[in-house]
């Protein structure tokens, strides 16, 4: 028997469409019901690897750990990432099908909506309930025709949606009602009832509010959801949550200098490590200027390698992190990061924008030539220490050179990454490094500092049993599920 499956869309973007998402998906699984999470089109660059060498976005892996469930790349057909001036890489099915600028893009949509469809019926044959994720806002009528992301995808799939509006920006009732204002009426029959979250405060105040949406738009109230504070422990979907702002930990011995680049990609990398209450971790942007008491420069991954390193080195902060290696500080590259540490990258193919090569910062004795298929694979091995590592690689690109010879990592008796002769620079495509509990632990002892026993794995789960009991608290469940067809 299909799965029933229901819709979630927003008034806007991160009004926390996949955080309730993600939420329902562990209260409905703690009920008994197998679950399976759905996005037809996602735009992020922060992505996760499929068991079957494929990539989908962070926030459905997300939503498949709190389903309880293997990533699939069916739970996200689409994937745009945004890259450089040439537009966004487009992922179908988890596998590189072309980059598109967004006229193309707009184009090619018509063709894809099959394979969205291919995708959601193959999720709807293995489980008894599909929850899926709209894109962006579903007011954005300028962008109806051809649409597969909201109201195209839910009027092809014939799926019931639930409006979500986010009260914590202001003007909630507005947003909601003026989505029904501006929709087709077809669209808007789709429609079938509306959440507001993030509410601070006492719920009775806004009773008479949630009464007057009801009115305004005809939709079934499910909930008025209190802002969760421990969303922030989770990993983001994408960069928005870059600009959150983060208490600086008084008393922490350990410094991490993070640049944030415009390109910024697979960032959760730094989560598990803010998660540590002995790490100070310090986001700097391009003006800005580098810490000169950090003890490790992270150099995280790019989406536009060479346009992140032009810019690193165009705001100054590619002196800040010489002058750091010089006074003996710690240096890491992760994918991207390691790439720009390098003496030269070169484009051959124009894979980033126009062919062509530039000066890396130096840091370690290798080059890379971003050349040949996309590596997409969950990985184990050790470190340079001996200690185990588990990861995934996720890049475009070989990295060759003389400090190669002192490998990062030994994975399936091959080495990978750099480390440069001083011993304090290294290089790796390994992301999820820090998210495994022995690595982050080795990596606070070598920097000075001490782990808290961390387990990141478990923390993630418990906040999502956290959510899930939010949920079951503030939500109708049980509307939800009479709902869903």
């Not at 926390?16 to 409905?28: E, I, P, T, Y």
């Not at 949509?109 to 929850?131: D, W, Y």
């Not at 350990?254 to 944030?260: D, G, H, K, L, N």
Request: hydrophobic share 45%; glycine share 12%; proline share 5%.
């Amino acid at each position: 028997m299909a799965a029933r499956a229901l819709m979630f869309q927003g008034t806007g973007s991160d009004v926390g469409k996949s955080l309730v998402v993600a939420a329902l998906a562990r209260a409905f699984t703690l009920r008994g019901l197998s679950v399976l999470p759905f996005k037809p089109q996602n735009m992020s660059n922060n992505a996760a690897v499929t068991a079957d060498g494929g990539e989908i976005g962070r926030a459905q892996a997300l939503q498949a750990r709190a389903a309880k469930v293997a990533l699939s790349v069916h739970m996200n057909p689409v994937l745009l990432k945004p890259q450089s001036d040439i537009g966004a890489q487009v992922v179908v099915q988890g596998r590189v099908l072309c980059t598109a600028k967004a006229a193309d893009y707009q184009d090619l949509k018509p063709t894809l909506m099959p394979r969205v469809l291919e995708s959601f019926l193959h999720l709807k044959s293995k489980a008894e309930l599909v929850l899926i994720e709209g894109a962006g806002s579903a007011s954005e009528i300028n962008l109806r025709q051809h649409d597969i992301a909201n109201m195209g995808f839910a009027r092809a799939a014939d799926v019931p949606v639930v409006m979500i509006g986010d009260i914590d920006r202001g003007g909630v009732i507005a947003s909601l009602a003026g989505t029904k204002l501006v929709l087709d009426p077809a669209d808007s029959a789709m429609i079938r009832g509306f959440i507001v979250n993030r509410f601070r405060g006492d719920p009775l105040l806004f009773s008479e509010g949630m009464r007057q949406v009801a009115a305004f738009t005809g939709w079934q109230a499910i909930g008025l959801l209190p802002f969760f504070k421990d969303a922030a422990r989770l990993p983001a979907e994408d960069a928005l949550g870059l600009g959150q702002p983060r208490e600086r930990k008084i008393g922490a011995k350990v410094r991490i200098a993070v640049p944030v680049m415009p390109h910024i990609s697979n960032f959760d990398d730094l989560d598990p490590l803010e998660a540590e209450p002995d790490v100070d971790m310090i986001r700097v942007r391009p003006g800005e200027v580098l810490p000169a008491d950090c003890d490790l420069v992270l150099l995280v991954g790019s989406k536009a390698t060479m346009a992140d390193l032009r810019i690193l080195r165009e705001s100054g902060l590619a002196v800040d992190i010489l002058a750091h290696a010089r006074r003996g500080g710690h240096v890491l590259g992760l994918c991207g990061g390691y790439q720009m540490l390098g003496r030269r990258i070169s484009d051959p193919n124009g894979l980033e924008g126009e062919p062509g090569s530039m000066d890396g910062l130096g840091l370690l004795e290798v080059q890379t030539e971003l050349e040949g298929k996309k590596r997409l694979q969950v990985v184990e091995g050790r470190s340079f220490d001996g200690e185990l590592l588990r990861g995934y690689e996720m890049h475009v690109g070989r990295t060759n050179g003389p400090d190669c010879s002192r490998p990062f990592a030994s994975i399936s008796g091959k080495h990978e990454g750099a480390v440069s002769m001083s011993g304090r620079v290294m290089g790796t495509y390994v992301h999820g490094l820090f998210s495994d509990d022995r690595q982050r632990t080795a990596w606070l002892g070598r920097l000075g500092g001490t782990t808290s026993g961390l387990n990141y794995d478990a923390e993630i789960d418990a906040v999502l049993d956290r959510l899930a009991g939010h949920v079951e608290q503030h939500l109708d469940l049980d509307a939800l599920l009479k709902l869903a067809r």
